[in-house]
C-alpha cells in the first residue's frame, strides 16, 4: 500500500468511534478525499489542533485505490488560519465555501487550479476586515468557471452585443442573458438589474483582494447573492439547502458589517 504526500484543506471533520476523525479533505493532487485519522481525539495523539475543519495540512496517507476511506499516516500544519476561527461571521462565510466544493466535487477528480482557488479564499479572508461577502462571491463566481458552467455576463445571447447598460433576461439553463429586443415572448429567464450585470462581470475575474476592496449596497448585494446561489443550484444538483448558508442567515443581525 503506496505512501502519498500532498497538500490538503480541511473541509470538514466528525467524530469517528471513541478516539478517531473522519475528514473530508480537499487536495492538489486527489481532489476530495475521505481520510481516517486513527487516535486523532486521544490523550496521547500527537495531532494537537492540526486536523481542525478550514486547516492547511501537509499530510502522508496510505493510499489504495479504489478505497473509499482513505488512512492518514502523519499530518502538519501549513496554516490554521486563527483569525477565521476566532469570528463567526468568517467562520460562516468560509464554510459555505467548503460545503460547496465538498458537496460538488467527485472523490479523487484531480483540479490543482481549484485547489489554489479555496486556499486563496482562505488566505485573503483571514487578512482582510472588510468587502467579506464580495470576497465569497467573487470566490463563487470562480468557482462556477472551473467546475465547468461559466455564465456569459458581456453579450446578449441572441444579438451578440453588450448589453450591459440595460437591465436583461438572464437563462440560468443556457449560461447567458437576452436584451429586451431579443427576449421574445414566451422567455422564463430571471431579470437582472445592470448593475448587478456589471458587478458579477468584474467579481468573476477579479483577483480575491480586488474584490475586498468593494463593497455593494445592501439591495445589490441582495441581488448579487440571489443570482450567484440560484445559478449554483441549478448547475449543482444537492445544493437546494446549504446547511451553512442556513447558519448564516441565521446570524445576519450580528454580520451587518460584512455587507
Known sequence: MPLCKTE???LRSRKQGETSKLLSVYTPDFGRLS???KGARGIKSHYGGVLEPLNHIAMVIYKKEGREIQYLSQADLFHGFPDIHSQLGKMALVAIACEIV???EITGHSNPALFRLLLRFLLVTEASSQGLRNILRAFQLQYIELAGFKPEFRRCQQCGQDKSDEDVHFD??????RCHSCLGGNSIAANLSSAALKYLMFLSQAPLEKSAA???RAALGRELDWFILN???YHI???NELHTLAYLQQLQENLQKLN
Not at 172 to 177: A, C, E, I, K
Open 214 to 216: 468593494h463593497s455593494p
Open 102 to 104: 465538498e458537496r460538488h
Open 237 to 239: 444538483e444537492n445544493l
Open 231 to 233: 445559478y449554483l443550484r
Open 35 to 37: 481520510i481516517m485519522a
Open 8 to 10: 490538503a484543506i480541511i
Open 172 to 177: 440560468f439553463s443556457n449560461g447567458g442573458y
